[in-house]
T-cell receptor
Framework: DAGVIQSPRHEVTEMGQEVTLRCKPI?????LFWYRQTMMRGLELLIY????????DSGMPEDRFSAKMPNASFSTLKIQPSEPRDSAVYFC????????????FGPGTRLTVL | LAKTTQPISMDSYEGQEVNITCSHN???????ITWYQQFPSQGPRFIIQ???TKVTNEVASLFIPADRKSSTLSLPRVSLSDTAVYYC????????????????FGTGTQLKVEL
């Protein structure tokens, strides 16, 4: 298996633009997580899905952030409009069944908002 | 939500055994202890998970005393490639009955291994 796939790996955009980050979880995993990592705040859980259904989105910082999982093999995290403080590395992770302590992380998307 | 406390950094030399201790005084009955490793520019990687006593795999050992208020990750004979940040997490592994008990990574322990 190729592992969790994220795209793009790097994104540079200007303030106010819409940003869409994509994730393909490991086949067979039915839980998916979006994290954000910065030097100041560390690794923060934004939202997680189980069987494509959002379970907890309390970590989503603002209404500018939204996430979808239309099917078991694809998820998106959208920021609209983006702001410089959104600059961070965004990780997607997936896990098998309900045992979400063992998560498999993707390589991350480094987002820079100018 | 069980909080964890671990050292900010540790230094070691190649070939030595490294023990990183994590405190989690208010761990709940259903909580498991999980350790992750993160290299620069990569996502965290699961190392080991346990509930009580001792767990060992090909990478590390995890020691958990009877009161479960702390745990120790043991890395045998470290090498330069073990230089990374190590996170201790405590939580209910059941994503639904965990009651939204989100895994919190904290700041981790920066391990630096030198020659």
């Amino acid at each position: 298996d190729a592992g969790v796939i994220q795209s793009p790996r790097h994104e540079v955009t200007e303030m106010g633009q819409e940003v869409t980050l994509r994730c393909k979880p490991i086949s067979g995993h039915n839980s998916l997580f979006w994290y954000r990592q910065t030097m100041m705040r560390g690794l923060e859980l934004l939202i997680y899905f189980n069987n494509n259904v959002p379970i907890d989105d309390s970590g989503m910082p603002e209404d500018r952030f939204s996430a979808k999982m239309p099917n078991a093999s694809f998820s998106t995290l959208k920021i609209q409009p983006s702001e410089p403080r959104d600059s961070a590395v965004y990780f997607c992770a997936s896990s098998f069944r309900l045992v979400y302590n063992e998560q498999f992380f993707g390589p991350g998307t480094r987002l820079t908002v100018l | 939500l069980a909080k964890t406390t671990q050292p900010i950094s540790m230094d070691s030399y190649e070939g030595q055994e490294v023990n990183i201790t994590c405190s989690h005084n208010n761990i709940a009955t259903n909580d498991y202890i999980t350790w992750y490793q993160q290299f620069p520019s990569q996502g965290p990687r699961f190392i080991i998970q346990g509930y009580k006593t001792k767990v060992t795999n090909e990478v590390a050992s995890l020691f958990i005393p009877a009161d479960r208020k702390s745990s120790t990750l043991s890395l045998p004979r470290v090498s330069l490639s073990d230089t990374a940040v190590y996170y201790c997490l405590v939580g209910d592994p059941d994503i639904l009955t965990g009651g939204g008990n989100k895994l919190t990574f904290g700041t981790g322990t920066q391990l630096k291994v030198e020659l």
